[in-house]
Protein backbone atom coordinates (compact mmCIF):
# COMPACT_ATOMS: atom_id res chain seq x y z
CA UNK A 1 0.00 0.00 0.00
CA UNK A 2 1.28 3.46 -0.82
CA UNK A 3 0.56 6.43 0.68
CA UNK A 4 -1.24 7.74 -1.88
CA UNK A 5 -3.69 5.06 -0.91
CA UNK A 6 -4.26 6.29 2.71
CA UNK A 7 -6.52 9.65 3.75
CA UNK A 8 -4.19 12.58 4.33
CA UNK A 9 -1.23 11.38 1.46
CA UNK A 10 -2.21 12.55 -1.65
CA UNK A 11 -5.28 10.50 -2.10
CA UNK A 12 -8.21 9.85 -0.30
CA UNK A 13 -9.77 12.52 1.99
CA UNK A 14 -7.20 15.36 3.14
CA UNK A 15 -6.54 15.87 6.86
CA UNK A 16 -6.81 19.43 8.31
CA UNK A 17 -3.38 19.82 7.21
CA UNK A 18 -4.16 19.45 4.14
CA UNK A 19 -7.00 21.33 3.67
CA UNK A 20 -4.82 24.41 5.10
CA UNK A 21 -2.08 23.91 3.29
CA UNK A 22 -4.40 24.13 -0.25
CA UNK A 23 -6.21 26.78 1.45
CA UNK A 24 -3.58 29.15 1.63
CA UNK A 25 -1.62 28.18 -0.97
CA UNK A 26 -3.77 28.23 -3.63
CA UNK A 27 -5.96 31.29 -2.31
CA UNK A 28 -5.93 34.87 -3.33
CA UNK A 29 -5.97 37.11 -0.92
CA UNK A 30 -7.28 41.12 -1.30
CA UNK A 31 -6.25 43.84 0.99
CA UNK A 32 -8.43 46.80 2.21
CA UNK A 33 -6.17 50.23 3.58
CA UNK A 34 -7.53 51.64 5.90
CA UNK A 35 -7.02 55.44 5.82
CA UNK A 36 -4.12 56.69 8.00
CA UNK A 37 -5.12 57.41 11.42
CA UNK A 38 -7.23 54.63 11.20
CA UNK A 39 -7.26 51.99 12.94
CA UNK A 40 -8.74 48.89 14.42
CA UNK A 41 -8.18 46.13 17.73
CA UNK A 42 -5.32 45.05 15.16
CA UNK A 43 -3.79 48.98 15.01
CA UNK A 44 -4.14 48.74 11.39
CA UNK A 45 -0.51 46.87 10.39
CA UNK A 46 -0.22 45.21 7.38
CA UNK A 47 1.62 41.93 7.58
CA UNK A 48 4.46 41.89 5.83
CA UNK A 49 4.78 40.15 2.52
CA UNK A 50 7.53 38.01 3.51
CA UNK A 51 4.93 36.03 5.70
CA UNK A 52 3.00 34.90 3.40
CA UNK A 53 5.55 34.38 1.14
CA UNK A 54 7.05 31.73 3.53
CA UNK A 55 4.16 30.05 4.00
CA UNK A 56 3.91 29.66 -0.22
CA UNK A 57 7.32 27.78 0.23
CA UNK A 58 6.25 25.93 3.37
CA UNK A 59 3.27 24.73 1.63
CA UNK A 60 5.99 24.00 -1.60
CA UNK A 61 7.71 21.77 0.45
CA UNK A 62 5.22 19.59 1.69
CA UNK A 63 3.45 19.02 -1.57
CA UNK A 64 7.10 18.02 -2.18
CA UNK A 65 7.81 15.76 0.55
CA UNK A 66 4.52 13.92 0.09
CA UNK A 67 5.11 13.36 -3.75
CA UNK A 68 8.60 11.73 -2.69
CA UNK A 69 6.96 9.24 -0.38
CA UNK A 70 4.56 8.58 -2.50
CA UNK A 71 6.37 7.72 -5.49
CA UNK A 72 8.84 5.89 -3.40
CA UNK A 73 6.30 3.54 -2.17
CA UNK A 74 5.13 2.83 -6.08
CA UNK A 75 9.00 2.28 -6.80
CA UNK A 76 8.29 -1.80 -7.54
CA UNK A 77 7.15 -0.90 -10.79
CA UNK A 78 10.98 -0.64 -11.62
CA UNK A 79 11.16 -4.29 -10.08
CA UNK A 80 12.39 -3.81 -6.63
CA UNK A 81 9.93 -4.61 -3.41
CA UNK A 82 9.00 -2.51 -0.37
CA UNK A 83 10.24 -4.09 2.91
CA UNK A 84 8.05 -2.40 4.25
CA UNK A 85 5.05 -4.20 2.58
CA UNK A 86 6.61 -7.41 3.24
CA UNK A 87 7.19 -7.43 6.94
CA UNK A 88 3.32 -6.88 7.58
CA UNK A 89 2.39 -10.16 6.31
CA UNK A 90 1.35 -12.29 8.71
CA UNK A 91 3.94 -15.46 9.67
CA UNK A 92 2.54 -19.36 8.50
CA UNK A 93 1.13 -20.51 11.81
CA UNK A 94 1.38 -24.11 12.61
CA UNK A 95 -1.42 -25.11 11.01
CA UNK A 96 -1.00 -23.95 7.60
CA UNK A 97 0.32 -25.74 5.04
CA UNK A 98 4.26 -25.03 4.40
CA UNK A 99 4.19 -25.06 1.09
CA UNK A 100 7.29 -27.72 1.33
CA UNK A 101 6.99 -29.76 -2.60
CA UNK A 102 5.80 -33.29 -2.19
CA UNK A 103 8.36 -35.68 -2.56
CA UNK A 104 9.68 -37.52 -6.09
CA UNK A 105 9.91 -40.88 -5.10
CA UNK A 106 7.49 -43.55 -4.67
CA UNK A 107 7.54 -47.38 -4.01
CA UNK A 108 4.92 -49.43 -4.03
CA UNK A 109 2.57 -46.47 -5.16
CA UNK A 110 3.30 -45.18 -1.68
CA UNK A 111 5.21 -41.76 -1.72
CA UNK A 112 9.20 -42.14 -0.26
CA UNK A 113 12.21 -40.54 0.15
CA UNK A 114 11.08 -37.75 2.47
CA UNK A 115 13.79 -35.27 4.07
CA UNK A 116 14.93 -35.63 7.37
CA UNK A 117 13.17 -32.80 9.05
CA UNK A 118 10.25 -32.41 11.46
CA UNK A 119 7.98 -31.16 7.95
CA UNK A 120 9.44 -34.64 6.11
CA UNK A 121 8.50 -36.67 9.55
CA UNK A 122 4.73 -35.83 9.38
CA UNK A 123 4.45 -35.82 5.49
CA UNK A 124 5.67 -39.26 5.62
CA UNK A 125 3.16 -39.78 8.40
CA UNK A 126 0.07 -38.16 6.00
CA UNK A 127 1.61 -40.86 3.13
CA UNK A 128 1.58 -43.55 5.55
CA UNK A 129 -2.21 -43.21 6.98
CA UNK A 130 -3.46 -42.76 3.57
CA UNK A 131 -2.05 -46.21 2.87
CA UNK A 132 -2.82 -48.28 6.60
CA UNK A 133 -6.83 -47.07 5.80
CA UNK A 134 -6.79 -47.49 2.14
CA UNK A 135 -8.88 -50.50 0.69
CA UNK A 136 -5.76 -52.10 -0.65
CA UNK A 137 -4.88 -52.89 3.57
CA UNK A 138 -7.79 -55.52 2.80
CA UNK A 139 -6.04 -57.10 -0.46
CA UNK A 140 -3.15 -60.08 1.58
CA UNK A 141 -0.82 -59.47 -1.68
CA UNK A 142 -1.02 -55.59 -1.90
CA UNK A 143 -1.19 -55.78 1.97
CA UNK A 144 2.48 -57.51 1.86
CA UNK A 145 3.83 -54.69 -0.11
CA UNK A 146 2.41 -51.76 2.08
CA UNK A 147 4.00 -53.65 4.94
CA UNK A 148 6.99 -53.64 3.41
CA UNK A 149 7.23 -49.56 2.95
CA UNK A 150 5.57 -48.38 5.25
CA UNK A 151 7.08 -50.21 8.36
CA UNK A 152 10.81 -50.57 9.30
CA UNK A 153 12.47 -53.98 8.11
CA UNK A 154 12.13 -55.53 12.15
CA UNK A 155 8.97 -54.73 12.29
CA UNK A 156 7.75 -56.19 9.03
CA UNK A 157 7.46 -59.82 10.54
CA UNK A 158 5.00 -58.87 13.59
CA UNK A 159 2.70 -56.40 12.12
CA UNK A 160 2.23 -59.08 8.71
CA UNK A 161 0.80 -61.49 11.29
CA UNK A 162 -1.12 -59.26 12.96
CA UNK A 163 -2.66 -57.77 9.90
CA UNK A 164 -3.77 -61.52 8.60
CA UNK A 165 -5.03 -61.86 12.01
CA UNK A 166 -7.22 -58.73 12.31
CA UNK A 167 -8.61 -58.84 8.34
CA UNK A 168 -9.10 -62.65 8.55
CA UNK A 169 -11.64 -64.57 6.06
CA UNK A 170 -14.04 -64.04 8.34
CA UNK A 171 -13.66 -60.24 8.75
CA UNK A 172 -13.71 -60.18 5.33
CA UNK A 173 -16.80 -61.40 4.68
CA UNK A 174 -18.52 -59.13 6.59
CA UNK A 175 -17.62 -56.30 4.43
CA UNK A 176 -19.04 -58.04 1.73
CA UNK A 177 -15.45 -59.19 0.60
CA UNK A 178 -13.94 -62.46 -0.41
CA UNK A 179 -10.67 -63.46 1.06
CA UNK A 180 -8.32 -62.44 -1.61
CA UNK A 181 -10.13 -58.63 -0.40
CA UNK A 182 -12.43 -58.33 -3.75
CA UNK A 183 -16.16 -56.93 -3.67
CA UNK A 184 -18.44 -59.16 -5.32
CA UNK A 185 -19.34 -58.23 -8.96
CA UNK A 186 -21.20 -55.04 -9.71
CA UNK A 187 -20.13 -53.81 -6.02
CA UNK A 188 -17.04 -51.44 -5.12
CA UNK A 189 -15.76 -51.62 -1.32
CA UNK A 190 -14.67 -48.11 -0.92
CA UNK A 191 -11.90 -47.08 1.96
CA UNK A 192 -10.14 -43.38 0.64
CA UNK A 193 -8.72 -41.40 3.41
CA UNK A 194 -7.53 -37.99 3.56
CA UNK A 195 -5.61 -36.32 5.95
CA UNK A 196 -7.05 -33.28 7.34
CA UNK A 197 -3.72 -31.73 9.59
CA UNK A 198 -0.35 -32.90 11.26
CA UNK A 199 0.89 -32.47 14.64
CA UNK A 200 4.15 -33.86 15.72
CA UNK A 201 3.92 -34.22 20.01
CA UNK A 202 7.65 -35.60 19.62
CA UNK A 203 10.40 -35.08 17.23
CA UNK A 204 14.40 -35.69 16.89
CA UNK A 205 16.68 -36.16 14.01
CA UNK A 206 16.37 -39.69 14.42
CA UNK A 207 12.57 -40.88 15.86
CA UNK A 208 9.59 -38.71 15.67
CA UNK A 209 5.77 -39.26 16.79
CA UNK A 210 3.27 -37.77 14.64
CA UNK A 211 -0.62 -37.08 14.73
CA UNK A 212 -2.69 -37.11 11.60
CA UNK A 213 -5.97 -36.28 11.92
CA UNK A 214 -8.12 -37.50 9.22
CA UNK A 215 -11.20 -38.02 7.36
CA UNK A 216 -12.50 -40.56 5.45
CA UNK A 217 -15.26 -42.60 3.48
CA UNK A 218 -15.65 -46.47 3.63
CA UNK A 219 -18.30 -49.12 3.21
CA UNK A 220 -19.72 -51.16 0.11
CA UNK A 221 -21.08 -49.33 -3.15
CA UNK A 222 -23.74 -51.26 -4.87
CA UNK A 223 -27.43 -52.31 -5.14
CA UNK A 224 -28.68 -54.14 -2.35
CA UNK A 225 -25.62 -53.30 -0.14
CA UNK A 226 -25.83 -53.82 3.56
CA UNK A 227 -22.75 -51.74 4.53
CA UNK A 228 -23.81 -48.88 2.60
CA UNK A 229 -20.69 -45.79 2.37
CA UNK A 230 -20.22 -43.51 4.93
CA UNK A 231 -18.04 -41.15 6.14
CA UNK A 232 -15.03 -41.07 9.49
CA UNK A 233 -13.16 -38.58 11.48
CA UNK A 234 -10.26 -40.08 13.05
CA UNK A 235 -6.72 -39.36 14.49
CA UNK A 236 -3.94 -41.86 13.46
CA UNK A 237 -0.89 -41.79 15.79
CA UNK A 238 2.65 -42.94 13.99
CA UNK A 239 5.91 -43.46 15.73
CA UNK A 240 8.84 -42.59 13.23
CA UNK A 241 12.42 -43.68 12.56
CA UNK A 242 14.52 -42.09 10.15
CA UNK A 243 16.11 -45.51 8.61
CA UNK A 244 18.65 -46.18 5.63
CA UNK A 245 17.65 -42.56 4.32
CA UNK A 246 14.25 -42.15 5.00
CA UNK A 247 10.92 -41.84 7.93
CA UNK A 248 9.75 -45.19 8.66
CA UNK A 249 6.93 -46.42 11.44
CA UNK A 250 7.37 -48.41 13.79
CA UNK A 251 3.98 -48.80 15.42
CA UNK A 252 0.96 -46.78 15.13
CA UNK A 253 -2.36 -46.11 16.57
CA UNK A 254 -5.93 -44.86 15.72
CA UNK A 255 -8.78 -42.74 18.27
CA UNK A 256 -11.82 -41.46 16.63
CA UNK A 257 -12.53 -37.62 16.17
CA UNK A 258 -11.85 -34.69 16.21
CA UNK A 259 -15.38 -34.94 14.61
CA UNK A 260 -17.75 -31.81 12.76
CA UNK A 261 -21.47 -31.07 13.26
CA UNK A 262 -22.91 -33.42 10.36
CA UNK A 263 -24.14 -31.30 7.47
CA UNK A 264 -28.33 -31.98 6.49
CA UNK A 265 -27.29 -32.96 3.05
CA UNK A 266 -28.35 -35.41 0.29
CA UNK A 267 -26.48 -38.37 0.02
CA UNK A 268 -25.09 -39.85 -3.04
CA UNK A 269 -25.87 -42.87 -4.62
CA UNK A 270 -24.36 -45.72 -5.00
CA UNK A 271 -23.44 -45.56 -8.19
CA UNK A 272 -21.97 -42.25 -8.11
CA UNK A 273 -19.80 -43.56 -4.84
CA UNK A 274 -18.62 -46.58 -6.78
CA UNK A 275 -17.85 -43.72 -10.28
CA UNK A 276 -16.01 -41.03 -7.86
CA UNK A 277 -13.70 -43.73 -6.31
CA UNK A 278 -12.71 -45.20 -9.87
CA UNK A 279 -12.43 -41.88 -11.69
CA UNK A 280 -10.75 -39.65 -8.89
CA UNK A 281 -7.44 -40.26 -8.05
CA UNK A 282 -5.38 -39.55 -4.81
CA UNK A 283 -2.64 -37.70 -3.65
CA UNK A 284 0.58 -37.25 -2.37
CA UNK A 285 0.58 -35.59 0.71
CA UNK A 286 3.39 -32.91 1.86
CA UNK A 287 3.16 -30.75 5.59
Not at 20 to 33: A, L, N
Not at 175 to 197: C, E, F, H, K
Request: charge should be neutral; proline fraction near 5%.
Amino acid sequence: MSFDDEPGHGGGDPGPADDRFSTIGGTRQTRTRLPEGTGDSYGGARRPPRNTRSLVMIVGVVVLLVAAIAFANRGGDSGSTSDAGNAKKPDAQSTAATGTKPVDGKQSGIASGFPQTEQGAQSAAANYAVALVSADILKPDRRAEIVRQVFTADKVPELEANFSKAYSKDFLGKVGLDSSGNAAQGMTYVSRTAPVGTKSTSYSATSATVEVWCTGVYGMAGVGSTNPVTNDWFTLTLQLQWVNGDWKATSFSNKEGPAPVNADRKASTADEMAKAVQEYGGFTYAR
